[in-house]
């Protein structure tokens, strides 16, 4: 089985976030980047089948060139290959023109599966690996715990709300987009992070894949929300806050 | 030029985010000066939309086929692309389910269009319609605008608007025939089932202690655990904690857990992810307990301290068990 995982780099969970000057992104000078968990778990699903059916596993990721750090632990932890689609300011783009250029990185690779997480933990708009199906022509499903493969395609277990799933059946090729928490993460070897060193990133330019096209939905300012309720914070030390804290819930919310 | 809010159903029955969207259409009619329909798609849905019907719209439109018993994506596409060329709306609003997010996305691409995905706000200023979301799980807002030639996609978040805001009316039901072959549907779906039954029912609970990630390690749990027993409360957990193994799936609170509204809600380490939040901010009182002042819990919170969980849940507990013991 030939399965492309498409991964993207975001800001480290603990990241200080402050809006950019220009109003319209965040400030990331200074911050540190990882791979976007939900698409970590695709990755490890995708290690997982090559490991019980072979095949190869390549990963695909757009952004600039830092990407390529992750792009590398990727290859660590086992994927075969990485096609790295250099854009400077992803951003700048909408879901759909980042998912025209990954789209087009697929289609001469021609694979059996295209996984992704379901969502980036810095938009969060949860699109991309649907978006992506749609203008490949291939069917898909979302939310997904675990990919099974068939005789003739594959049966996933899709999470549906309020702890139910759902078995599908699909023909492949398929676009998953992966649920986190499913599996248990791996790390990369001492031996894994050595052979990644010589492994293939092949970079493309966006202008390779057709250019990257004007976005439809754009952000027009970043900003930290306005809270909706009145909260009371208690300061001082753990001690002298508790104290506050028990008497509020106890004479003011009356709830102990 | 219309509004069409596109509502979810299940086997017969709503998915409650159905009105809150309707809600919302009916306030973006309003403001947009246009007028409002709805839509549901399935197979028996006749009762469904006379109840819609009830609601302050200009029409309800049913697209029923035999092959919309059970959802997917490739079929929900299909009806909902065919009834959106027919009627061509201004706005498209869905409730941002699990099920939306698996083909609105789809949908809004068949248009050359980017859903605008768990919109919190919208805005109108002179004509312009401005929608507000999340980024970086709440940490940050963002406004977005659309442009582009065809209708504006967006799904909205649990709970921004208000299902009791909704207008009562009479609209006429208008049924509209998609075409549709098994052929084009692509996924086979089965049954849906729930993984073991449940032996603890958080919603029932009066007091919980939730824990997430700020906990770091499973063997850190013994402080939120002795913190709960000073409550009297059961043990709740963010989605992490869940997926780790640490606690048991079913004390996971959120929307792929349980939904509770217990009397006292104390959030240990939980950065308040809307998942999250989704599951618990219908509590009477909410404490969160966090080392990053900017953490979306303390948003939804009515008091809350900032600091090191591993100095203020010990203290918390001390402090609660002699305010019982007096």
């Known amino acids: 089985m030939k399965i492309i995982v498409a991964i993207k780099q975001v800001p480290t969970r603990d990241s200080p976030l402050h809006p950019a000057a220009s109003g319209k992104w965040i400030e990331e000078a200074d911050l540190s980047f990882e791979i976007n968990e939900p698409d970590a778990y695709a990755l490890e699903e995708a290690l997982q089948l090559k490991e019980k059916h072979g095949g190869e596993v390549v990963v695909l990721c757009a952004g600039p060139e830092r990407a390529a750090q992750t792009i590398r632990e990727a290859l660590a932890k086992g994927a075969d290959r990485a096609i790295h689609i250099e854009i400077d300011a992803l951003v700048s783009l909408d879901t759909l023109g980042v998912a025209k250029l990954l789209a087009a990185a697929v289609t001469p690779e021609k694979p059996d599966l295209i996984l992704t997480g379901l969502q980036s933990d810095d938009l969060g708009a949860g699109q991309t690996g649907v978006v992506m199906a749609e203008l490949l022509g291939l069917p898909h499903s979302t939310i997904i715990m675990h990919v099974e493969a068939r005789e003739a395609g594959i049966r996933v277990k899709r999470e549906l709300e309020n702890g139910w799933f759902q078995h599908i059946e699909m023909p492949l090729p398929a676009v998953l987009a992966m649920q986190s928490g499913s599996n248990k993460l791996r790390y990369a070897t001492l031996m894994g992070i050595k052979k990644a060193k010589s492994k293939e990133i092949r970079r493309v330019t966006s202008e390779e894949l057709g250019g990257a096209s004007a976005p439809v939905a754009s952000i027009e300012k970043v900003y930290l929300p306005q809270k909706s309720k009145q909260t009371q914070i208690f300061e001082g030390d753990a001690k002298a806050a508790v104290a506050q804290l028990v008497e509020k819930l106890k004479f003011e919310a009356r709830v102990i | 030029m219309s509004i069409l809010v596109v509502l979810e159903q299940q086997s017969g029955q709503w998915h409650r985010m159905s009105w809150e969207t309707m809600a919302a259409g009916q306030q973006l009619g309003a403001a947009l ?203 709740g957990a963010s989605r992490p904690i869940c997926d780790a193994g640490w606690l048991p799936m079913e004390r996971q609170v959120g ?38 002042s900017n953490a979306p819990i303390f948003e939804v919170a009515d008091y809350g301290i900032v600091g090191d969980l591993f100095e203020v849940a010990p203290a918390l507990a001390a402090e609660v068990r002699k305010t019982k013991g007096a």
Request: no cysteine; glycine share 8%.
């Open chain 2, 33 to 235: 000066g246009e007028p409002v329909e709805a839509a549901v798609a399935g197979q028996g849905i006749g009762a469904l939309a006379t109840e819609a019907a009830s609601k302050k719209l200009a029409k309800v439109w049913t697209l029923e086929h035999n092959l919309l018993d059970s959802y997917t994506a490739d079929g929900y596409t299909a009806v909902l692309d065919q009834l959106i060329r027919k009627t061509q709306p201004k706005l498209v609003l869905f409730p941002h389910t699990y099920q939306v997010r698996d083909f609105a996305p789809k949908l809004a691409t068949r248009f050359s269009q980017v859903l605008v995905s768990d919109v919190i706000a919208a805005r109108v200023d002179s004509g312009t319609l401005t929608l507000v979301r999340q980024l970086f799980q709440g940490r940050l807002s963002g406004d977005m605008r659309v442009s582009g030639a065809g209708p504006v996609f967006a799904s909205l978040q649990a709970g921004a608007w208000r299902a009791d805001t909704l207008e009562s009316g009479a609209a006429a039901v208008e049924t509209f025939a998609p075409v549709l072959d098994a052929g084009q549907i692509r996924q086979k779906p089965e049954a849906p089932f729930r993984e073991t039954a449940r032996a603890v029912d958080l919603t029932a609970a009066e007091i919980i202690v939730s824990v997430g990630r700020g906990i770091r390690e499973q063997s850190n749990l013994t402080v939120v655990e002795d913190l709960a027993q000073a409550f009297g409360a059961e043990l």
């Open chain 2, 255 to 292: 929307s792929s857990g349980q939904t509770v509204a217990p009397k006292l809600y104390v959030a240990v380490g939980i950065s308040g992810a809307i998942q999250h939040l989704v599951g618990m901010k219908g509590a009477k009182t909410i404490v969160a307990i966090n080392k990053d």
